[in-house]
């Protein structure tokens, strides 16, 4: 059996990764400080496999502790989340940014090199095609960021590819995300943000719950189909089917862990198509029976107006495209959050 580790585990996406690599009968290992989750989350993954991973509460900044996890254990492969992820926060404090994100993948990629594991899948996203490059977006296109937490995800990919150049054993997966949403269909698991939500799926549904009065729907004269900003959603459980799909490339490569060419390669995970955050609003509203009340205010600064993945590379290669619509990630999204008012503290 092999044994993933995935650094980030107890998050928003990395809960249900967890759950899709146990029901492949794979063995899982999370590294988490808990800075952005919760243990509880640990009970819901037992509840929904029938399993628990291991968890170890470990800083990846704390080179010790983390050596101490590889040494314990034989490790095939790590997917690494742990990441700081508010993109307005990042402009606030961007050093804390900096430090947390560049510096616990710099200790893990160390780490693992001197442990020889060098299978990874990395957490990448759709914020490093920057602000010039048409949609929709293709892997080879340049890299750029507009903020902080942008900047870490290039710089991370940047130092991936200098490593995998220089060493033909490295054999990374970098996975650009377009807009997880949704939660897992049980209603066990899903998106609980700390404070007021920055994403606007967590905002509809604590609206719902009557958490929150209304949404500002930033900005309503944007050149797309209704005016208001144009995003690729995608359903957190497709987007985990998606690590499993690039963890088997990894894993199954014939050269793996021989001398070989390198191997590093970008996948778009995302639907491909886009939806206006009014089309979100309404078909959130059929999914739950509540009505949305929303105001539309000013532009946020930094938004693009519309964005979506070409997703032909992931398809061809990983065999992968996603398999639930809009409306199951309403569904799911709704489900979750009613069962579960107050995230994993309900
Ligand atoms: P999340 O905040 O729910 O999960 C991240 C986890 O990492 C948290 O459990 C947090 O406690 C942990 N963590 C952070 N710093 C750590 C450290 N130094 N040591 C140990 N653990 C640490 O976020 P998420 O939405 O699940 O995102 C997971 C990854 O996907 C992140 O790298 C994020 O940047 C990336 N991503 C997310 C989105 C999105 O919309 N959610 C989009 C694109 C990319
Ligand atoms: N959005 C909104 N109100 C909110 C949060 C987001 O109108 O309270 C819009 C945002 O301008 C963008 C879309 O919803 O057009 C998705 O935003 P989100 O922050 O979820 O993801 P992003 O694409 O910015 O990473």
Redesign the pocket.
């Known amino acids: 059996m092999k044994t993933i580790l995935v650094t980030g585990g107890m998050g928003f996406i990395g809960s249900h990764v967890c759950v899709s690599l146990l029901e492949q009968g794979l063995h899982v290992i999370i590294v988490d400080n808990l800075c952005n989750s919760n243990t509880e989350v640990l009970n819901r993954i037992d509840q929904i496999t029938g399993k628990k991973p291991l968890f170890y509460p470990v800083n990846l900044l704390d080179e010790d502790a983390l050596s101490a996890v590889f040494k314990r254990h034989n490790i095939d492969a790590v997917i690494h989340f742990a990441a700081l992820k508010a ?1 307005g926060e990042s402009s606030c404090i961007p050093l804390s940014y900096y430090y947390n994100n560049i510096t616990c993948s710099l200790v893990l990629f160390n780490v693992m090199e001197k442990y020889k594991v060098f299978n990874l899948v990395f957490s990448s ?3 490093v095609y920057g602000e010039h490059n048409p949609i929709p977006y293709v892997e080879n296109y340049p890299l750029s960021a507009t903020n902080p937490y942008g900047r870490t995800k290039v710089m991370i990919e940047e130092i991936l590819q200098d490593a995998a150049r220089a060493d033909p054993r490295w054999n990374i997966s970098l996975l650009r995300y ?2 997880p ?1 949704g939660a897992h269909p049980s209603g066990l698991m899903g998106e609980d943000p700390n404070g007021i ?5 967590p ?1 509809i549904t604590q609206v719902a719950v009557g958490k929150r009065d209304a ?5 309503g004269d944007y050149p797309t189909k209704d005016g ?4 690729d959603y995608i359903h957190v459980v497709d987007l985990a089917l998606g690590h499993i799909k690039a963890l088997e490339k990894l894993i199954a490569s014939p050269n793996n862990n021989c001398v070989r060419s390198n191997s590093i390669s970008a996948y778009n995970l995302g639907a491909g198509k886009g939806y ?2 009014l089309e ?1 609003v309404k078909a959130f509203e059929k999914a739950s029976g509540k009505k949305i009340n929303y105001v539309i ?1 000013p ?2 600064e930094g ?2 107006a519309e ?1 979506f993945a070409d997703v032909s590379k992931a398809s061809e290669e990983l065999g992968w495209k996603v398999e639930r619509s809009l409306d199951d990630m309403c569904e799911d999204a709704w489900n979750w959050q009613s069962k579960n008012p107050e995230g994993y503290l309900s």
Not at 215 to 219: A, C, S, T
């Open positions: 993109v996203s759709a914020t377009f807009n949403i939500p920055n994403n606007l799926m905002f949404l500002n729907v930033f900005g208001t900003g144009v995003r206006s955050v979100v205010s532009r946020r938004d693009l964005f």
